[in-house]
């Protein structure tokens, strides 16, 4: 059963409907099921599949009631093939295991999704994802025997654990036995979690850059490994990134670094009372001085300053082109790349809300002068 489509199935039936929709919320209030309204799955937005199967699963009774009590349910067409999809016990079996599996992905995803520079911890982050996900189906023994994880033969059954031991969230455990569930089901529904499991590992070993060695080195990033990360790591950077640097020069800057005061610059954010982000604690130290008023490490200051600027994700990317289509409209299709271009730069590079900026005099003054000027150029045409 392809749970997407039932979905999609759903949404549907209801869109175009008042009827429909009146119909379901007199259900809603007969289950007592909170009213909530039936979301749209998006292929295309995968992340949106933890919400929407959270929403059809506290749904579910009303859905059941809904489709049981139709007057079309006996008859060959949509109403009967939803009813019947949402009768069988694989669905809530499914949708229980991915209430219960999905926020761990996406976390990971939000995480690097995140605005900020992240790409010191991407590395130690994919291998504790993939961890987690081998520890789930895979006995712990053979984890932690592993001596490199992308090489264990996780595919195998005899590592794997039993179908009482699987890790499928406790809630879906407690629902499997509550729907008494056939044998022939119950077997399936553990095939479809040990391929899921597999699948995803695959998934990951296909696409994460383990074996990138910058991924590695950039480490360097985090705060609380300075002291023990050696000389190569910013050699290695450096020469990758700022190769007109010389290595002599980064090697005395970054043994003085390495002996900075722990108390020198914090770590913690006196806001938040958590870790600072790591740009903001690292333009704090390339910051420091000397007495003469020369900065402290001029060298690692350009390493540092192209390390930050690495995108961990495409996410960045994507939020320029979603600005692009927001700035360059139907309406503003002669614009040119010039002014796109600056409007791209304000709405990046200005942290405040529009009407939160105050503009200094010397910037009014200037708007002036060039309203002025063109309002002259256009009345002298006329």
Excluded at 146 to 160: T, V
Excluded at 206 to 234: A, N
Excluded at 280 to 293: N, Q, T
Excluded at 318 to 336: C, G, N, P, W, Y
Aim: glycine fraction near 2%.
């Amino acid at each position: 059963m392809k749970l997407d489509d039932l979905l999609v199935d759903i949404f549907y039936f209801f869109q175009h409907s008042s009827k429909r929709l009146k119909d379901y919320k007199e259900i809603q209030d007969f289950t007592e099921v909170e009213e909530e309204k039936i979301l749209k799955h998006c292929f295309t937005h995968w992340l949106s599949l933890e919400k929407i199967g959270n929403r059809t699963l506290s749904q579910l009774p009303a859905l059941k009631s809904y489709f049981a009590s139709h007057e079309d349910v006996e008859k060959p067409g949509k109403v009967k093939s939803i009813h019947e999809r949402l009768h069988d016990p694989m669905t809530e079996l499914v949708l229980r295991f991915m209430k219960y599996i999905l926020p761990i992905i996406n976390n990971f995803n939000t995480v690097f999704q995140a605005n900020e520079a992240k790409i010191g911890c991407l590395l130690p982050e994919m291998d504790r994802l993939l961890r987690k996900f081998l520890i789930k189906f895979v006995q712990m023994r053979h984890v932690k025997a592993a001596d490199e994880l992308r090489n264990l033969n996780f595919h195998n059954k005899d590592l794997q654990h039993g179908d009482d031991m699987i890790a499928i969230g406790l809630d879906t455990r407690e629902v499997l036995q509550d729907l008494d569930v056939d044998p022939g089901t119950e077997k399936k529904f553990f095939q479809g979690v040990r391929g899921f499991y597999e699948a995803v590992v695959d998934k990951m070993l296909g696409k994460f850059p383990f074996d990138d060695p910058t991924l590695l080195h950039l480490s360097v990033l985090d705060p609380s490994k300075t002291e023990t990360l050696t000389y190569s790591s910013i050699v290695h950077l450096a020469a990758t990134f700022c190769p007109t640097l010389e290595a002599e020069d980064i090697k005395e800057e970054w043994e003085d670094l390495k002996l900075l005061p722990a108390n020198a610059v914090s770590r913690i954010d006196p806001e938040t009372e958590k870790a600072k982000r790591i740009d903001m604690y690292w333009g704090e130290v390339m910051a420091l001085k000397i007495a003469l008023g020369v900065p402290r490490f001029p060298q690692p200051l350009k390493v540092f300053t192209a390390l930050l600027c690495l995108p961990h994700s495409n996410a960045d990317s994507e939020r320029a082109f979603s600005m692009v289509r927001k700035i360059h409209t139907d309406f503003r299709q002669s614009m040119l790349p010039e002014t796109l271009s600056s409007f791209m730069q304000v709405k990046m590079n200005c942290d405040n809300h529009c009407f939160q900026v105050k503009p200094s005099k010397e910037m009014t003054d200037s708007a002036k002068a060039a309203s002025w000027e063109y309002n002259k150029q256009h009345s002298s045409k006329k």
